[in-house]
């Protein structure tokens, strides 16, 4: 089955706790991307990476990391969480950019 | 960077009516503006996209039309039923082949169908 999983799906953890979210597609699609959902603030794009070994900034990339070092995985890397990153987040992947994104089932996120 | 506003923020309509969401946007040089829609509890699905060589494109009840002077795009849905009842998501972004910008979302437009 084509699918995106991300793991763990909830997550409540400390301030300053080193975290990583996994992300993972079988679709073997060229571009990832990494989304927080807030109340009234509607998606917004943390980094994206059109292939491997290369990676861009979103909106807000501030307090975040990524990496892409094989076609199927983005891992998403929170070095020292805060409060303000509690959020529920989202990877998804397509084919090319401009293609369907196909969202992963989201990961919530809470950092006390 | 590019901004995108979306309205309106809420809209309820009669099951059967239509329903009309729009969205401004700030980068001309953005061609490309997907529209998601995410159920309650749910992940964001793609149900139209258009891209800036056409100005309308539709898919059975469902239509977007672009105007790239004005930079503006909106979704059309005919014949609203219970089921499209969500909230809903328009996008902008530029990509060539060299490459792309990342994909800017509006706040999310929450369509509520009345019985």
């Known amino acids: 089955e084509a699918q995106v999983t991300q793991n763990p799906r909830y997550l409540i953890t400390v301030t300053g706790k080193k975290l990583t979210v996994t992300c993972s597609q079988n679709?073997?699609?060229?571009?990832m991307s990494w989304y927080r959902q807030d109340p009234g603030l509607g998606l917004r794009q943390i980094y994206y990476?059109?292939?491997?070994?290369?990676?861009d900034k979103g909106d807000v990339p501030e307090g975040y990391k990524v990496s892409r070092k094989e076609k199927r995985n983005f891992p998403l890397i929170l070095e020292s969480p805060s409060p303000n990153q509690t959020s529920l987040y989202f990877c998804a992947s397509s084919a090319l950019f401009r293609d369907e994104q196909y969202f992963g089932p989201g990961t919530r996120l809470t950092v006390t | 960077g590019e901004n995108v506003e979306q309205h309106p923020s809420t809209l309820s309509v009669q099951e059967g009516d239509s329903a009309v969401i729009k969205c401004t946007y700030s980068?001309?040089?953005?061609?490309?503006f997907p529209w998601y829609k995410q159920e309650l509890g749910k992940r964001p699905q793609l149900i139209i996209d258009i891209r800036s060589n056409v100005g309308e494109k539709k898919d059975q009840r469902i239509a977007v039309t672009l105007n790239k002077t004005a930079k503006h795009f909106s979704l059309h849905i005919t014949e609203t039923q219970p089921e499209d009842s969500a909230v809903y998501f328009c996008a902008a972004s530029m990509w060539s082949g060299g490459g792309a910008d990342g994909l800017t979302f509006g706040k999310g437009t929450h369509l509520i169908i009345q019985p």
């Open positions: 980068d001309s040089a953005s061609n490309y």
């Open positions: 679709m073997n699609h060229e571009y």
């Open positions: 990476s059109m292939n491997v070994e290369v990676t």
